[in-house]
């Protein structure tokens, strides 16, 4: 392939209920991509689709560029490792890793070998003889990846690989998934609906909503400038679609003064935190200011976070002792400010 | 920033294990049970038990060890656990790939080949042996061919006894089976697919092993059926002492001669079936 390397160049589309899964999907040697999206976007599907269990409406997969579409699951040489990691639990962990060799035609004994080597390479030796019922979540998730990569894949798949795991465990195995994937040459694909584990463990996000792509790029720069109100979510930021006019950003009815200057459409980011509420108008010069109704008070971490919904929808976070100061209560009026240099505009 | 982390459905189904819905800690306070289902449920409860009861009240428990050591009980006996233990050999042969076709792929006439599956489990036996001599019969479609070529006679032979019941008793077989598979969660076959095996290694190494105690109660209850089989057998096989009576025809036969004897056989095919629900406990229960 001329100009860069791509080990994955898919388009995929599927009939989903209610909608139509179309993307394209590439990545590069080494790299690792998340599918991020919420629930029912398509992520799955296009996973399953990828790994040859479910069909592909149109398209195709190409693998360092050999399409392999219309192979059947077990001759794609792709990776998976399943959500809740589908150990068979008749067999042992080395038993496990050595199926995937076992089923490529390797002798018995030299797939032994092979899954033992696995099974150190993710500090498992030790448990080569138990069974998956005896291993713990991190456990059983290494000993999948170690069963995915023994067959050695050109294309690794990971489905949701973190969301069996308690909060606890989490943490940890998410820094050793990252330090292997790491050491994998192939192309990697995972997906998740937790943003903490795609901007950790991605080179680059792709985010799905309703079957395509809403938004996609390095990690940083997707939490840095939201397309869509699903993203601003996930990276906990206010966003806002207006027309730009210099420094100043028309959205429906209102204007907001911003640090940048641009002209026609574009979105505002600002943090929640960069809100600030008060009971009567205040002095001072905030450029970004109006009164605003409260829709709703809640925790959120250590903080609170104020939800207003008119003039516009804004999620405000306050200290604890704020709120006790402000006194606020569902449906009464504040008001709100926000610096220009506080928000963010970038073309939409 | 929002966490979309949902709880997430972690709990899965044990493969393999009907769900068994344990007793609650705290048992809910209700109101009576109505006297209009108590009343018939204890009758019905009492007609399953009592015949079982006669028979043990009426056996002659002095000479019951002298009786069962003659010749021609054990001979019975042996027949009918030598046969049934055949027909659930040829069963789980041609079964369990009949149940893994009817679980696993999809094929035009599916549902007329389930349908055609359950029939010998409702069709009287005593048919079901008039259909058997008609096809592997001296005369039939396929033992008139059977006897000229290989020159092998089935009716009336202990072969034939075996043919009867595998009949009989395949549908339990098939479909125990079937539901076994169905539960079974799929996606490990998934899992074994995209680590290169084929559907034949997937079957062997996966499938099989998972679903193996529901093929273990499958056999069982198919055995069982194969061991009671009488009309079926009479018909196809007769009713020959050595080589075609089993224990059920047996009891028929000494009922009009020695009931004494017919209380004595009952009693042994009794405590095989009691051994055999033992056996299955909670497993035959829960999965319908």
């Not at chain 1, 060799?101 to 138990?130: T, Y």
Request: charged share 20%.
């Amino acid at each position: 392939m001329g100009g860069h390397v791509v080990s994955l160049d898919a388009r995929i589309t599927a009939e989903l209920p209610g909608f139509r899964l179309d993307l394209a999907l590439s990545a590069a040697p080494g790299e690792v991509v998340a599918l991020l999206g919420p629930n029912g976007a398509g992520k799955t599907t296009t996973l399953r689709t990828l790994a040859g269990l479910g069909p592909l409406a149109a398209g195709h997969i190409r693998i360092d560029g050999a399409p392999v579409h219309h192979l059947p699951a077990e001759k794609r040489r792709i990776g998976v490792v399943f959500q809740d990691y589908l150990l068979f639990p008749h067999l042992t962990a080395l038993e496990n890793v050595a199926f995937g060799p076992r089923c490529q035609g390797v002798p018995k004994a030299r797939a032994r070998a092979l899954a033992m080597e696995w099974l150190e390479r993710v500090g498992l030796a030790g448990h080569a003889g138990a069974r998956p019922r005896a291993l713990s979540g991190g456990q059983a998730q290494r000993v999948a990846l170690a069963r995915a990569l023994a067959v050695e894949p050109r294309l690794l798949l990971l489905d949701e690989p973190l969301a069996a795991l308690d909060a606890h465990t989490r943490l940890e195995v998410r820094s050793g998934l990252r330090h292997r994937l790491s050491a994998f040459d192939g192309a990697t694909v995972l997906v998740t609906h937790d943003p903490l584990d795609a901007m950790t463990l991605a080179d680059r996000l792709v985010v799905i909503e309703r079957g395509r792509v809403a938004q996609e790029g390095p990690p940083a720069e997707v939490a840095r400038h939201p397309r869509t109100d699903y993203v601003a979510r996930l990276v906990g930021l206010n966003l806002y679609r207006g027309e730009a006019d210099g420094h100043e950003v028309r959205l429906n009815g209102v204007r907001l003064h911003v640090g940048a200057a641009h002209r026609g459409p574009v979105f505002v980011a600002f943090s929640p935190a960069a809100v600030a509420l008060y009971r009567s108008r205040p002095d001072g010069t905030p450029r970004n200011l109006w009164r605003a109704r409260i829709a709703g008070v809640e925790r959120h971490g250590d903080n609170v976070r104020v939800r207003l919904d008119d003039p516009f929808p804004v999620s405000a976070d306050i200290t604890q002792a704020a709120l006790a100061d402000l006194a606020l209560a569902p449906g009464q009026h504040v008001w709100a400010a926000v610096k220009a240099t506080e928000t963010t505009a970038y073309p939409a | 920033m929002t966490s979309p982390s949902a709880p997430r459905d972690a709990v899965r189904r044990d493969p393999g294990r009907p769900g068994r819905t344990g007793p609650g800690r705290g048992a809910v306070v209700r109101g009576r049970v109505p006297w209009a289902l108590a009343v018939p449920a204890v009758i019905g409860l009492a007609f399953l038990v009592l015949p079982l009861a006669g028979l043990l009240v009426r056996a002659p428990w002095a000479t019951l060890g002298e009786r069962l050591a003659r010749p021609a009980v054990l001979e019975a006996l042996r027949l009918s656990l030598v046969s049934a233990t055949a027909a659930t050999v040829i069963c789980l042969v041609f079964g369990v790939p009949l149940a893994w076709l009817l679980a696993r792929v999809d094929f035009r006439g599916k549902r007329v080949a389930r349908a055609l599956v359950t029939v010998p489990l409702v069709l009287p036996p005593v048919v079901g042996g008039v259909a058997l001599l008609l096809v592997f019969g001296r005369r039939g479609l396929l033992g008139q061919w059977l006897e000229s070529g290989p020159g092998v006679t089935l009716p009336f032979t202990t072969a034939g006894v075996v043919l009867a019941e595998a009949f009989v008793a395949m549908p339990f077989l098939v479909i125990s089976v079937e539901g076994a598979l169905r539960g079974a969660d799929t996606r490990f076959e998934d899992a074994a697919a995209t680590l290169g095996a084929s559907r034949w290694t997937v079957f062997r190494r996966i499938t099989l092993p998972l679903v193996a105690p529901g093929i273990a109660a499958g056999a069982v209850l198919c055995w069982a059926r194969a061991l009671g089989e009488f009309g079926a057998t009479i018909t196809f096989a007769g009713n020959f002492p050595g080589t075609t009576q089993t224990m059920p025809l047996a009891v028929y036969e000494a009922l009009e001669t020695d009931p004494e004897a017919a209380i004595v056989l009952s009693l042994v095919l009794l405590a095989v079936s009691v051994v055999v629900l033992a056996g299955l406990r909670d497993r035959w229960v829960g999965t319908s």
